[in-house]
């Protein structure tokens, strides 16, 4: 079986300057704070506090947490409160979101919320930002000032200026937030925030653990377009990776049926809690509904430490990131611990260092 990973290779490579080898890249957890079937949100967030502190003692370099609304098996809705939890039970690891949905809030209370970050866990906080609503319309009509009006690029600048000295001008401060450093990344599943972040000179991250059609269009528009800023000198690339690592290949694949029973739901219109491993999926899908959840999770290495390795090297290579973060809904939580402990361990044999 060839792993999705070493499926997920572009039709024109990137430039050869930005490949790297799996050595160099930093990788990073992606947490959505799942709610198991049998579980609750509690448990949920001393299950995450438990992998933050894990994944800063076997060297990822960023925490992230996901910003969404009215699905069940989420649990991480209050996204800046989560992230506090997780700086304050953490010691150095960078904590943020990936992301805050901007359309959402009001940039005046973004900019407080996470000036208050900054000024609590210094040089640790990152502000990831998307566009998509976290949820459904009926949630996103709840939780919008403006439902329906595209202002995300003027919502931007607005909570970029809140961070200057001075603020942005137009008499309102956040305090705190003011003159404090928080880097801000852009994130997307479509050229949009790639061509913004390029254009403002903003990192960018792509959402290829579960939107991988215009990953590399994307990625090669953000690189072409990118304009040197006072944040960076150069494009910088982040890549999302479903990743599902065992002792044993077909123990992986056994813990990533959970993964491809919520995304099922989630094609189905059904969301729900994370529901337990299967022993097969047959049975479980149609061919429609399978080659959909394929599709979507195209951006995966799941295996043993091996294979999962070579997938992570396919698809580093095949977009040249400059990071990786990784993602796993694995139902059990220590499963899930031992899968993020192995997918770190892939760097580590690729340096020769074990």
């Known amino acids: 079986m060839v792993s999705p990973g070493e499926r997920c290779a572009p039709e024109v490579a990137p430039p050869r300057s930005t490949m790297k080898t799996l050595s160099d890249i930093p990788f990073s957890v992606l947490d959505l704070a799942p709610i198991c079937q049998g579980g609750t949100a509690a448990q949920s967030f001393r299950n995450t506090l438990d992998l933050a502190k894990r994944a800063e003692q076997w060297g990822y370099q960023r925490y992230w947490v996901a910003e969404h609304h009215g699905i069940p098996g989420v649990a991480s809705a209050a996204t800046a409160v989560l992230i506090g939890q997780i700086a304050a039970g953490t010691s150095a690891i960078r904590v943020g979101s990936g992301g805050i949905m901007l359309p959402n809030h009001a940039p005046l209370v973004i900019a407080e919320q996470f000036g208050t970050l900054a000024a609590l866990f210094p040089g640790r906080i990152d502000l990831g930002l998307g566009r998509a609503p976290g949820g459904d319309h009926r949630t996103a009509r709840a939780l919008r000032r403006n439902f329906g009006a595209d202002t995300f690029p003027q919502d931007l600048e607005e909570l970029r200026g809140y961070f200057r000295p001075g603020g942005p001008g137009n008499g309102v401060h956040a305090v705190p937030g003011e003159g404090l450093d928080v880097p801000v990344w852009l994130l997307g599943s479509s050229d949009f925030s790639a061509r913004l972040a390029a254009q403002l000179g903003l990192p960018f991250a792509f959402a290829s653990h579960f939107a991988p059609d215009y990953m590399h269009e994307a990625l090669a528009l953000y690189r072409r377009y990118f304009e ?127």
């Open 228 to 354: 040197p800023s006072k944040t960076l000198a150069e494009p910088h690339v982040m890549v999302g990776v479903n990743a599902v690592a065992a002792d044993t290949h077909d123990e992986a694949h056994r813990l990533f049926t959970s993964v491809q029973q919520a995304f099922l739901n989630l094609v189905r219109g059904t969301p729900g809690l994370l529901p337990p491993p299967v022993e097969s999926m047959d049975g479980q899908w149609s061919p429609l509904e399978r080659a959909h959840v394929e599709r979507m999770t195209l951006c995966s290495a799941v295996g043993s430490p091996d294979v999962v390795q070579r997938g992570l090297e396919a698809i580093a290579e095949s977009t040249g990131a400059d990071e990786l973060i990784v993602t796993g809904q694995i139902y059990d939580h220590a499963a899930r611990l031992r899968s993020f402990e192995l997918v770190a361990g892939t760097q580590r044999r690729n340096c020769g260092s074990e």
